[in-house]
């Protein structure tokens, strides 16, 4: 079964709105989780990295204020899409790993439409 | 973390064996190489991972180059359940960044 759960797996929503999208453990603890975005027929581009209770690290081009991280317990990570616009629609995925050089598990991600 | 690359297409007939090849010349002595696949519209699924020695599980092997600069997924049976886009990545400590993968037809 899945060990990583993302909530909600589809959104609508009006441009202008804020978006968070979940990412949990469901079994492990998980100081540092992983966020990604994929647009259609391209490959997962790594965001951001949420680390437990300290400020996330965004990756070059990402902007922190316009997605919001915060990982407030060993099992809970979450993004929010803030001031969503039409080019912020995409497919985000969340991961964690287990432990040092164990596997990463994704989530089955969040498909963000914004109208 | 060591770029790599990947073909961007490849077909198999259903019931052969798949070989995904990666290149990552770049790699660093500490890196491991990970292999995912996605299935349209889900998140990736983890198959296989190793750092030098070749590795075999329920779902795949893996076969590393003596040098480590590229490495190959076998998939011994194919299946038309298999038809996915494989990624490979190297990984230093946990960050994954992902190519373009490998976009795997299997044929009927």
């Known amino acids: 079964g899945a060990v990583v759960s993302q909530h909600p797996s589809w959104v609508i929503c009006k441009s202008g709105t804020s978006v968070k999208i979940e990412c949990r453990s469901l079994?492990?603890?998980?100081?540092?989780m992983f966020w990604y975005r994929q647009f259609p027929k391209q490959s997962l581009m790594l965001m951001a990295t949420s680390n437990e209770g300290s400020k996330a690290t965004y990756e070059q081009g990402v902007e922190k204020d316009k997605f919001l991280i915060n990982h407030a317990s060993l099992t809970l990570s979450t993004l929010t899409v803030t001031s969503a616009h039409p080019e912020d629609s995409s497919f985000y995925i969340c991961s964690a790993p287990r432990g040092p050089n164990q596997p990463q598990h994704f989530g089955d991600g969040t498909r963000l439409s914004i109208l | 973390d060591a770029k790599t690359t990947q073909p961007t297409s490849m077909d198999c007939a259903e019931g052969r064996a798949a070989n995904l090849p990666c290149n990552h010349s770049t790699i660093s002595g500490n890196e491991y190489v990970y292999w995912y696949r996605q299935i349209h519209s889900q998140g990736p699924q983890y198959i296989i991972h190793?750092?030098?020695n070749n590795e075999t599980n329920e779902m795949a092997s893996l076969i590393i180059t003596e040098d480590r600069k590229s490495s190959t997924l076998i998939l011994p049976h194919a299946t038309l359940r298999d038809t996915a886009v494989y990624y490979c990545t190297a990984v230093g400590t946990y960050k994954y960044i992902f190519g373009t993968g490998t976009r795997l037809k299997v044929l009927a």
């Open positions: 190793g750092l030098k």
């Open positions: 079994d492990f603890q998980a100081t540092t």
